[in-house]
């Protein structure tokens, strides 16, 4: 299956996130972000959120949108994009280890649920607290 | 308590999760953001994090470091600063959520593995997908 993805946040974020993720995976031809900067519209937000899908839905199988977090405009919008393209999946809470964790399996796993679940899993995995007794247990 | 925050990652995404998270806060003041760039040298990301955490142990009890994903260099930077700040602690995984919770609870919260703790768990809850059926259920 052929997925693309689509990452909307405040500000430049997911921007920069999908950029960070290309300094450590290569260019990703199959992500497109966008921002919600002070004085743009949502609907402007919107207009462009559609514009991509529509574009991603001649190429790809699927477009998965990741936002940064659950209640803002960015998740508003990609949850108003529903009217049109209701299978669409959202994840919210986006960050680096989601991202490359979702590209990375994208074309090897066919079910788009395991994809974003094992995802979530790794990504929730990846948020852990480390100090010097965290060193010295690794050490032993 | 008086904490600071320095947020360490892979290309600018930690600076502008730091002005996302100011889009939705106002000014963060007591956060600094530091990222590393193709052609930077991991050298100069070390003495840039030292001169972040020497300048807040003058004005700040602690510095909480956050970064991108654990196992790249801004997480081994971090990790190798303490050496300096034995006590220092890390988190992984950044995303907007968690810095949030941090920032809105660090006031309130004296115990800092409390804070990062609870903070960790609003981050993890915060990575879900929703669809039609979250928006149905939602509904009921």
């Known amino acids: 299956m ?11 974020m997911g921007i920069e996130t999908v950029k960070s993720a290309e300094l450590l995976m290569g260019p990703l031809e199959n992500v497109t972000a966008l921002g919600l900067h002070p004085g743009e519209s949502v609907d402007s937000l919107r207009d462009q959120a559609y514009e991509v899908l529509d574009k991603n839905a001649k190429i790809y199988d699927e477009t998965i949108v990741l936002v940064d977090l659950l209640g803002g405009s960015p998740s508003n919008v990609s949850l108003s994009t529903l009217a049109r393209y209701r ?20 074309s090897s796993e066919e079910n788009t649920e395991k994809l974003i679940n094992d995802s979530i899993n790794v990504a929730k995995d990846g948020i852990k607290m480390i100090d010097k007794n965290f060193l010295q247990h690794k050490g032993k």
């Open 2 to 12: 052929k997925r693309a993805f689509l990452v909307i946040t405040h500000g430049d």
């Open 87 to 106: 299978d669409l999946k959202i994840i919210t809470g986006l960050s680096l280890p989601l991202l490359i964790n979702l590209l990375n399996f994208t």
